[in-house]
């Protein structure tokens, strides 16, 4: 186990390696199970983190169609669309992330203000105090963050 704990510290990957060919023999008596349960720790905190961030991406380009139609563009179209895929993806493949994202929704939000604010210089009072999308709204792939109207309006020089 030492040679293996030693590993860790030297060669990550290697480490990554041994770990799983012990893991696939059943050779657990010889597994580094303190880095072992530290690096599977790494790997959740990872994925919350990234539907964290898809989350206040997505938040920040809709208040930004919503409060400037006449600057949209493709990319934020594309922005969009990216960032609620990967978050639908995200919670299909780990369905236990639901509650994870209404726990997490309000401060996503309130992050997506301050971005939105910095991004188009308008005033942090110009986007609602509390989310003007639900959760419904958020995840509907063809929402564009307006009431019965998602009109694309801009020009295809993005």
Sequence with gaps: MKAVKTLYETD???????TVELLKQKKLDQLDIENLIEEIEAI????KKGLRSNLEQLLMHLLKWKHQPNKRTGSWECSILE??????????EIPSFQPYFDEVLDQC??????????ETC??????PEVCPFTKIEIL???YMGEDNNTQK???NKA
């Design 153 to 155: 309006v801009f020009s």
């Design 12 to 18: 990550f990957n290697l480490w990554l390696e041994k």
């Design 109 to 118: 939000y309130q992050n997506a203000r301050k971005y939105a604010e910095a």
């Design 44 to 47: 959740g905190r990872s994925e």
């Design 83 to 92: 960032h609620r895929n990967r978050m639908l993806e995200d919670l299909e």
């Design 122 to 127: 308008l005033s942090l009072d110009t986007f």
């Design 140 to 142: 509907n792939p063809d």
